[in-house]
Nanobody, 124 residues
């Protein structure tokens, strides 16, 4: 059973920092692309940052230069460091694990898992 457990959310003033962490279990962590998504009320869920199994990173335009993502394959964790936070960063942040595999029967299957989310609130 795959579990993704986020921690580190909370209330912070604009300009401040928060560090989110996601602990994964029940999967071969090192093979998954790990990501952070967020969803504000009335908005669609959007990509914040992702890191591939080889360590390549990708960021949403709104957070480039302010957020960083890292992973520790030995500990099965992925972290999101958020600096220079803005009120518009307020959202529920979700950890995501995603992988595409080709089975022995040459079938392509994708596996997509989500955490329960953690609230980040940035006050002005």
């Amino acid at each position: 059973q795959v579990q993704l457990t986020e921690s580190g959310g909370g209330l912070v003033q604009a300009g401040g920092s928060l560090r989110l962490s996601c602990a994964a279990s029940g999967l071969t962590f090192s093979t998954y692309r790990m990501g952070w998504f967020r969803q504000a009320p009335g908005n669609e869920r959007e990509l914040v940052a992702a890191i591939t199994r080889s360590g390549n990173t990708h960021f949403g335009d709104d957070v480039k230069g302010r957020f960083t993502i890292s992973r520790d394959n030995a500990k099965n964790t992925v972290a999101l460091q958020m600096n220079s936070l803005k009120p518009e960063d307020t959202a529920v942040y979700y950890c995501n694990a995603y992988v595409v595999v080709v089975t022995s029967a040459d079938e392509v299957k994708d596996f997509d898992y989500w955490g329960q989310g953690t609230q980040v609130t940035v006050s002005s």
